[in-house]
């Protein structure tokens, strides 16, 4: 597999509706962090999974987050509360959140065509780009195909001593002359790309790095003060695979396409703040925004970038949903907006290691206590 991968595709998600609780014993509400030990240690149980952690939030409010395991495989030091997690792809509704923050303020336009945003590339990119929005962008109906389709220039970026921002102008030109997938605006398919546009055309519109940006616009406001970018620093929790700790799978100009890490209980603050948006009383973003980026798309079964689905694992929705992954960490997320539940869910492991399986399993086990049955 390519080191592009840091999502997990909201359809994937929707197919827990059939996975089941693989024996994990589930009490009907989850409202400590010692029950969301006992369900972390009963999924870890057999198994290869390192660390996993999880949070509830319940009526709006974090209810309670647990972790448990060890940060690395070789290593016996155990994971903490406050330790941070790579969270791949669930990252990407923050760095919509950050966009909807530039439209709020007018420093950018939903529907600017890419070529005005983007002035310096309206040349170079194929004219099937040219029209599309920053709505298309972060929905995944912009064409795009998911990552660039030639990884050894991906994978050089791993060595490129320009500043990131530098970094993604270079790997947006080489996408935007490449053949869309589909016409924009006809259809969706996930696209790591289009948040890297994106975040590219935030950093020129204001003369700040998208690093910065989301600083400033969304970790600052809501007091997330452990979130950073790309691989963990030393002390922490990092992936693994084939049962040994394994380095960064994405460079660090793909931060915006979810290479973000941060702890647990800052993860549930931004996704409090939604379920807030929800209910008319966010602190990021217009109410307009709030219902931009949580409703469903023309084309697409997602809003800004939450997967819309009206149940999820046999649970009345509506539902928002993400899953991210690289690989070496699996990392999800369901909210549901009336009622202002939801459930994170995360480990360090790669599917063979038995991560996939075990975020799925609490996750499901979790929700069983967030919304009534469908």
Known sequence: ????????????????????????????????????????????????????????????????????GVRRADQPAPVQPDDSWIIGSTAKPQTAALIARLVDRGVLSWDAPLAKML????????????????????????????????????????????????????????????????APGTDSAYSNTGFVIAAAIAERATGKTYETLIRQEVFAPLGMTSAGFAATGPGQPMGHDKGKPVGPS?????????????????????????????????????????????????????????GVQPTIAGRKGPALIHGGSDGFWFAYVVLFPESGNGALVIDNASAEMGGDAAARTVLKALLTGLAPPQ
């Open 119 to 182: 002035p310096d590339l309206a040349e170079t990119m194929r004219p099937e780009y040219r029209a599309v929005t920053l709505v298309q962008l972060l929905s995944h109906q912009s064409g795009l195909p998911e990552n660039i389709s030639d990884l050894s220039i991906f994978e050089a970026y791993f060595k490129d001593p320009r500043p990131v921002s530098a970094q993604r102008l270079d790997y947006i030109a080489r996408t935007l002359a490449e053949t869309p997938a589909y």
């Open 1 to 68: 597999m390519s080191k592009a991968k840091g999502r997990m595709s909201s359809k994937w998600i929707a197919a827990l509706a059939g996975v089941g609780l693989m024996g994990l014993a589930v009490a009907a509400r989850a409202e400590t962090a010692s029950e969301l030990q006992t369900l972390l240690a009963s999924a870890m149980t057999g198994g290869q999974v390192p660390a996993m952690g999880a949070a509830v939030i319940r009526d709006g409010k974090i209810e309670a987050v647990a972790v448990r």
């Open 250 to 306: 994405n460079p660090d100009m793909f931060a915006p396409a979810g290479n973000l890490h941060m702890s647990l209980g800052d993860w549930a603050k931004f996704n409090a703040d939604q379920l807030a948006g929800a209910k008319g009383h966010g602190r990021l973003l217009s109410p307009a925004s709030y219902r931009l980026m949580q409703t469903r798309q023309q084309h697409a079964a997602n809003g800004l970038d939450w």
